[in-house]
């Protein structure tokens, strides 16, 4: 009798465990569908360095637009800061930081006085369509270019670029831009978003892209600056925000575009001694609280 009551208990027991596996296995499958269409990228750096499962490191190889500086795999120019260092980022923040560093010599035979960093997650991590977004802070310095952008896989600029955010040196407006066959370099679709004197770039700032099958709308801290559709583009060429996209982030010095904007030529192109102080005293950052993407569609 004991038996038989200790053989029904255990049946009930078998039981009862199968149907709550059967319960939580639903749940699991409830869950991954109901964030299939939510966050499929966040890094808000709370370790102690950079993750490399999340990003590569850039090191200079091909040089572009007169840009000053050579990136370089190195924890002087991208770091993780925590406490009153992350300058209100609560859990950590990301760092690039250009350095003063005269004659510096790239892998190939070129030389620059300056180096930086240049990180993106090329083959780690890509997306088709969504909200890209990171919350900013950046330093103010004429023909500093740190910017947060979104790149193609194949060739440029016939699979796409996206520019969120782009800093050059006045410290009361960031820019972004579109980049495509026919409409690139000097493109036609580029806006500036003009801030508050007193809530300027030297404060965090979200910088964010909404990314659909038919338009790129540009967002800062929630608000529409800029919207480029399919149609605008085709007008130019062909539309080139129909393949997955790379996320990027890096510190660029002088150039092209600063120098256009300043018009400064000595001692550097595109950044006046000023700012070659600033780098100097280790003061010219951006600065990164966290970046998320979330897939719309």
């Not at 770091?79 to 930081?97: C, D, H, P, T």
């Not at 809530?199 to 965090?204: F, M």
Request: net charge positive; with cysteine.
């Amino acid at each position: 009798m004991n038996y038989q009551k200790c053989k029904y208990c255990f049946m009930l027991f078998l039981c009862l465990t199968f149907a709550l596996s059967r319960v939580c296995l639903a749940q699991k499958k409830s869950k991954t569908i109901k964030t299939g269409n939510g966050v499929i990228f966040f890094d808000d750096f709370t370790g102690n360095k950079l993750d490399r499962n999340k990003w590569n490191v850039e090191v200079t190889g091909m040089h572009v637009n007169n840009e000053l500086q050579a990136y370089v795999d190195t924890a002087s120019t991208i770091f993780i800061v925590s406490g009153a260092a992350a300058e209100g980022a609560k859990n950590g923040a990301l760092v690039l930081r250009p350095q003063s560093v005269p004659g510096f010599k790239t892998k190939d035979g070129q030389n620059f006085d300056f180096i930086s960093g240049r990180i993106n997650t090329r083959n780690k991590f890509d997306f088709m369509y969504g909200t890209a977004e990171a919350r900013i802070k950046l330093t103010d310095g004429s023909g500093l270019w740190p910017a947060w952008w979104i790149l193609g896989n194949g060739m440029w600029p016939q699979t796409g670029e996206i520019d969120i955010m782009e800093y050059v040196g006045e410290k009361d407006w960031v820019s972004a831009a579109v980049h495509g066959p026919g409409y690139s370099g000097e493109t036609p679709f580029v806006n500036r978003q003009y801030f508050d004197i007193k809530n300027d770039v030297t404060h965090w700032h979200v910088y964010a892209v909404d990314w659909t099958p038919d338009n790129l709308d540009f967002k800062y801290d929630g608000k529409l600056m800029f919207r480029v559709n399919r149609h605008m583009a085709e007008h130019y060429g062909k539309w080139a925000f129909d393949n997955k996209k790379y996320l990027i982030l890096n510190y660029a010095l002088g150039g092209a575009y600063p120098a256009k904007i300043n018009g400064v030529t000595e001692p550097y192109n595109g950044m006046p001694a000023s700012t070659v102080n600033l780098i100097k005293a280790n003061k010219a950052k951006m600065l990164v609280d966290w970046i998320k993407v979330t897939k719309n569609h």
